[in-house]
């Protein structure tokens, strides 16, 4: 083993003072045969060290070889590939791989035909091989397969050891790949994700994956193609850039804009994502199809266009032949057109409106027609109909068009028509439920829970929470775990927090899983995480949004918000994170999109801007406008992703009940602009804290519906008054959901007072289901777990509570008797629907109330 351990000391040193092969430099591979056992022996007769070699040979019909040792083969047919192990990559100048020469097992004594080692013979006669195409990246991959049995090496051809990769291919239609070894496997169509296990995501220097590269089968026998490593060629060569667009012409001009049109792109080897348009050397507009409009253009000008391609990785195609285009003269017409008539809505959506409108006519020709929404320029179209997209949801917009001639003159508006934009939920009832990030601890409530309590099938939307802000990066954070602090008065108790444990690190047993089968603690996701991706598979219609913030974690949306460049950092970090699903990598979970497709949107918790929240938290005086700005960037940036993708996404956020944290932090018809849902806080009105840190002396209903005509404090908390609070404000009560609270706030050493202990003289927080929160019981432990409270419904409120007697508890909860008078109340109000914090708190009847309810 001293002798062995020496000699590879020595091959590791060759390897890393090797130099590349030039073009002239001949490898010769030399074939014996003894019995069934075959064998080559590489030599290097030149000057240099050269790196990077495999053999290629066919065999006769029928043989196959097995049993490789110093290297890999894979064999197609008659032909086989053989790729040397890491150790003897490299040949030194002068030397040969002895005594590690590549030997495998041959099912037929037979001599390989058509022997070549990098392309050329290898007997070292003829033409010597080409040189390689130059690498763009220091990983490549080499796929091969033995029948169904498929198997990446990855090869590092780099002098650093480098960490973390991950592999995309394509499959034929109907191909699939499966039961994964050393690696982990995702598919998509014929779309293929590979990531590494722990223990080989660090390839070495000059080293390989071997003997661990990841292995898989296939369905059936298939060629891996498109193949990518890092989003770079598996072969390591760098793309071919798209071709160039063709036949650029200009259909119609106008004295201020000229309106071209060219070809498509045949793609390299990325898809063409869009199309860049230059007058002279500037660019001046792009596009993702093969027409555009140039505006902005000076009159009785000339003007020289050229259209590049643009791929996936912002690589250019040569430009096509200038183009030369003057635009109009508007000397020579001053006569408008018609105005357009009978202007119409044709369709909705939640998020754009259809229009039509009869053509206009002119006597010079009708150049286009502009859309206005509000008084304002939205688009311009050549036709008589137009779909405005990017639109606000449960929304009225007032549209006109304008007929334009090609010299700029425009017609009058045409009839004004309002249209509204659609629910995000169709014509139902929304119902969101979170779903806490720690319930899978003391509650031991994992996302399979929302399956077997069938609350799944009845929930419309699930928000994860909460994920917390970079103290330092203004940045979303994830990839630690760090626990909070125990003091819940300690300003900084959240700041570096996180679990990526728990969202997709830790492994789930069957038992945990929503589809019953364990995690192995090699995926590349795991944790909750993984367990929405399955829930997701399962309810296809249940929409996941990641919550930022919550109590603990707002500390810095204040910093976030307070510049255009910081909203646009943290925003686009965010997308980055969990839409795009670029987790950080932890624990060998995580990496380039690993979670992505899990979450539909982003939902915000800031608590609260422009007020006090939790101690320590940053508050500005411009935090409402700044407010107003973030969520409108977070619109923006998610839109914009829309255009990529095709996909829309949400936007939701966690709102306050209290009039006096609405007018410090919230812009509502602002706001309104952008958000889908307000989920407007509909409980903890009352209540003792954990710490006694609130209001300990005193019970009150913590989510009554109606102001209670027996409230002591000076202002009357209520569900009715906060949503009074957002239709004043004219948001669309279909934007609106109320929330309900799975969950009791309670006191003890309570006195009767003639009214079972309704507001009346209390000794601090009751005992908690855990020693942690006290004050707090999750529903189905409230009702199990407090002996003798018995339940009561005060009917003028519309609130429920449980007393255990004179000097006892008294607890505030919603159950099944409060939330159906709730849901009748918010239907007759039409709004949107209810929100529930947390799922963890039930165990099915109270989910169940409410879908009764909302039917």
Wanted: charge should be negative.
């Amino acid at each position: 083993m001293r002798r062995l351990a020496a000699v590879l000391s020595v091959i590791v040193l060759a390897i890393a003072m090797a130099s590349p092969a030039s073009a002239a430099d001949r490898l010769i591979a030399t074939f014996t045969l003894n019995g069934t056992q075959g064998k080559f022996v590489v030599s290097n007769p030149g000057a240099s060290a050269i790196s990077g070699w495999s053999i290629e040979f066919d065999l006769p019909a029928g043989v196959t070889v097995s049993n490789a040792q110093n290297a890999t083969t894979s064999q197609s047919g008659t032909h086989v590939t053989l790729t040397p192990a890491f150790y003897i990559d490299t040949v030194r100048a002068n030397g040969n791989t002895e005594p590690y020469s590549p030997t495998f097992t041959l099912s037929a004594a037979a001599q390989p035909g058509g022997c070549t080692i990098d392309g050329a013979r290898c007997d070292g006669t003829g033409d010597p091989a080409p040189p390689p195409a130059p690498l763009t990246a220091p990983l490549t991959a080499t796929y091969s397969a033995n029948g169904t049995q498929a198997k990446f090496v990855v090869k590092n051809n780099s002098g650093t050891a480098l960490n973390g990769w991950s592999i995309t291919f394509e499959l034929p239609a109907g191909v699939t790949a499966s039961a994964a070894q050393n690696g982990t496997l995702s598919q998509t169509g014929r779309q293929v994700t590979l990531n590494p296990a722990f223990y080989n995501t660090t390839v070495a220097a000059h080293g390989s994956t071997e003997p661990y590269s990841p292995a898989f089968t296939l369905s059936s026998a298939a060629q891996a193609t498109n193949c990518r490593v890092n989003d770079v060629r598996c072969d390591g060569s760098a793309d071919s850039p798209p071709g160039a667009p063709g036949n650029l012409r200009a259909p119609v001009k106008t004295t201020t804009t000229v309106s071209l049109a060219w070809d498509a792109s045949t793609p390299g080897s990325l898809p063409v994502t869009g199309y860049q348009v230059y007058n002279g050397a500037a660019l001046v507009t792009t596009a993702t199809g093969t027409t555009t409009t140039v505006t902005g253009l000076a009159p009785n000008t000339g003007y020289s266009f050229t259209v590049q391609a643009k791929d996936r990785k912002g690589n250019l195609s040569a430009a096509n032949g200038a183009l030369a285009v003057r635009t109009n003269n508007p000397a020579d017409d001053t006569q408008p057109p018609t105005t357009p008539t009978n202007l119409r809505s044709t369709g909705t959506t939640s998020s754009a409106v259809a229009l039509a409108w009869n053509a206009s006519t002119d006597d010079k020709g009708v150049a286009g027609y502009d859309v206005y929404v509000g008084g304002a320029l939205t688009t311009t179209v050549a036709g008589t109909t137009a779909t405005v997209s990017g639109l606000s949801p449960s929304t009225a917009y007032t549209f006109q068009v304008r007929a334009r001639d090609l010299y700029d003159n425009t017609s009058a508006p045409s009839n004004a028509v309002t249209a509204s934009t659609g629910d995000i939920v169709g014509s139902g009832y929304a119902r969101v439920g979170y779903f806490v990030q720690w319930g899978i601890y003391g509650r031991q409530y994992f996302v399979r829970n929302l399956d077997t309590t069938g609350a799944a099938a009845k929930l419309t939307h699930l928000n994860y929470a909460f994920a917390n802000i970079d103290p330092v990066n203004l940045t979303c954070l994830n990839g630690v775990t760090k626990g909070t602090t125990a003091n819940p008065q300690d300003p900084s108790q959240g700041d570096g927090s996180g679990d990526a444990d728990a969202d997709y690190g830790r492994p789930m047993s069957a038992a945990q899983s929503v589809d019953g089968v364990a995690d192995t603690g090699w995926e590349a996701l795991r944790g909750n995480f993984n367990q929405l991706r399955k829930l997701k598979a399962k309810y296809p219609n249940l929409k996941v949004l990641i919550s930022i913030g919550g109590w603990t974690y707002s500390k810095y949306f204040s910093d976030v918000a307070a510049t255009d460049a910081s909203r646009r950092k943290f925003v686009s970090s965010c997308i980055d994170m969990y839409i795009k699903g670029n987790l950080p990598v932890y624990n060998s979970a995580g990496g380039v999109g690993s979670a992505g497709g899990i979450f539909d949107g982003i939902d915000l918790d800031w608590e609260w801007p422009g007020s006090d929240g939790h101690p320590g938290n940053h508050v500005s005086p411009n935090d409402k406008a700044n407010n107003t700005l973030l969520i409108a960037e977070f619109r923006r940036q998610l839109d914009a992703l829309t255009t990529e993708t095709g996909k829309r996404y949400q936007l939701t956020a966690f709102t306050p009940a209290d009039p006096a944290k609405i007018a410090a932090g919230w812009d509502l018809p602002q706001v309104a602009k952008s958000l889908d849902i307000f989920n407007i806080q509909g409980y903890d009105f009352h209540g003792a804290g954990s710490d006694n840190s609130w209001e300990p002396g005193r019970t009150g209903h913590q989510g009554n519906l109606y102001a209670d005509a027996d409230d002591p404090y000076s202002f009357h908390f209520s569900v009715e008054n906060a949503v009074n609070s957002y239709l004043q404000a004219g948001v669309n009560p279909r934007k609106l959901t109320i929330g309900l609270a799975y969950y009791g706030r309670g006191w003890q050493g309570v006195a009767d007072g003639g009214r079972s202990g309704e507001w009346q003289a209390a000794g601090g927080a009751a005992p908690g289901q855990f020693a942690e929160e006290a004050g707090t019981r999750g529903y189905s432990n409230l009702v199990s777990g407090v002996p003798g409270c018995t339940v009561r419904h005060d009917e003028q409120a519309v609130a429920t509570y449980c007393f255990t007697g004179n000097g006892g508890q008294w607890w505030s909860f919603d159950d099944a008797w409060s939330i159906g008078r709730k849901t009748a109340w918010l239907k007759s109000k039409g709004l949107l629907g209810a929100m529930i914090w947390e799922m963890s708190g039930d165990t099915g009847s109270l989910t169940t109330a409410l879908d009764a309810g909302l039917k």
